[in-house]
């Protein structure tokens, strides 16, 4: 057995992120707390959008995303088979029907071209909204996505996820950041330990559009607000400062002071464990280079944020048995959503996208993140040589 346990993903802790967790601790405020505000402007300025609005998880930030656009029953959605099943499950949650365009083969995101081909089988407006996934840190083509929703008139909310602080470019050659809402009306990201920024969990929603962050904010909190009060029931003048009133059917998707506190304290060290995530990835290129493995490509408008290192190689199976057993425990992202058993009992079948298929036959995530030492990821391509030796 080797010495090593490398695994594909982990978090950095480091001693100030604990003392502003402390911090926190020894404070009045457990939960809807200044901290909570505090990590929301700074997500915000980050990303580079008006709104950020903090909530449990990535799924929460998908799936309030959607019902702050009313998107409910009779709707349609789409979204990409290779992601991972939060994508999809958010619109099957408020009641939508789920549908999938297969990906790019060389990118491995949702293929503009193929999204077309299904937009045009439909009316105009048929499909609510458009769910594409930046995969592995690599971002959608949001501009020609947004031609695509002007004229096809549907709504962009972007799963982002993977992608905090990836870039893309658009024609005029202006830069704009994951979640700046330039081409998307919402943006869901994860705080997944794993994530670029750990908070154990959590999850923002970014947005420029205001009456949209003003849903966000009430649903996250079971649909209760003390904004806009109607007095429909109780009469005002018997009413005090505890009086607040349910508009819509919200949920507990609240995020706590303690989280808040983490996710600001990584947050600030998110650009620098980028550029490292960005050095590993160019040593895996270098040195894997030449062997029969193929890599995500990356057009030039756009930049990585390398959340995963994805490889693609006809020996999967016995390269990933190999490198499990030799301490290195790469992973699989995904199964192809519409081959979940759930998936298929709704309709969905073993050929009805090639091309999200045959990456999985291929697909193995590398150790990637930005603790890996050195010698850590020079022992992963030793034994990737090693194997196909």
């Known amino acids: 057995m080797s010495e090593y346990r490398i ?10 992120d604990i003392r502003s967790v402390v911090e926190v601790l020894r404070s009045d405020w457990l939960t809807q707390g200044p901290k909570i505000k505090e990590f929301e402007e700074n997500f915000a300025r980050y990303a580079g959008s008006k709104y950020a609005v903090a909530v449990a998880n990535g799924t929460a930030a998908l799936h309030l995303s ?43 995101l949702m293929d503009p071209n193929r999204l077309e081909d299904l937009l045009k089988k439909h009316p105009k407006a048929y499909f609510k909204a458009v769910l594409p996934v930046d995969f592995a840190g690599l971002p959608a083509d ?54 670029h920024i750990a908070a154990g969990e959590g999850g923002m929603i970014t947005t420029n559009d205001a009456d949209i962050y003003e849903k966000l904010l009430m649903l996250r909190t079971h649909g209760i607000t003390k904004k806009n009060l109607q007095y429909r029931v109780l009469k005002r003048e018997k009413q005090g400062g505890w009086y607040y009133e349910m508009h819509r059917l ?123 030492k050195e010698e850590e990821q020079e022992y992963v391509i030793e034994k990737i040589k090693d194997f196909f030796q």
């Open 250 to 372: 919200g949920y507990n998707y609240r995020i706590t002071d303690i989280q808040a506190a983490l996710g600001n304290s990584q947050l600030k060290k998110a650009d620098e464990r980028l550029e490292r995530r960005r050095e590993i990835a160019r040593k895996y290129k270098r040195e894997l280079a030449g062997l029969p493995v193929d890599f995500q490509y990356i057009p030039e408008n756009r930049q990585h944020a390398w959340h995963l290192f994805v490889i693609l190689t006809g020996r999967r199976k016995e390269l990933y048995d190999y490198l499990h057993k030799n301490g290195i425990l790469v992973q699989v992202h995904y199964i192809p959503v519409h081959l979940l058993d759930y998936y298929t009992r709704l309709g969905w079948k073993k050929g009805d996208f090639p091309l999200a298929e045959a990456y999985y036959e291929k697909t193995l995530s590398l150790p990637m993140y930005p603790s890996l």
């Open 142 to 195: 949001y501009p020609e996505l947004q031609t695509l929703a002007e004229k096809y008139e549907f709504q962009i909310i972007e799963d982002a996820c993977h992608a905090p602080g990836a870039t893309y470019t658009d024609h005029n050659g202006i830069s704009y950041k994951t979640g700046n809402g330039a081409h998307s009306i919402a943006t869901a990201f994860s705080f997944h330990p794993v994530k």
């Open 7 to 16: 695994p594909y993903g982990r978090q950095e802790i480091t001693e100030e």
């Open 66 to 108: 959607l019902l702050a656009l009313n998107i409910g029953k009779g709707d349609h959605v789409i979204t990409t088979p290779v992601t991972f099943a939060a994508t999809a499950n958010a619109a099957l949650y408020t009641g939508a029907r789920v549908h999938f365009v297969d990906i790019d083969p060389e990118t491995f």
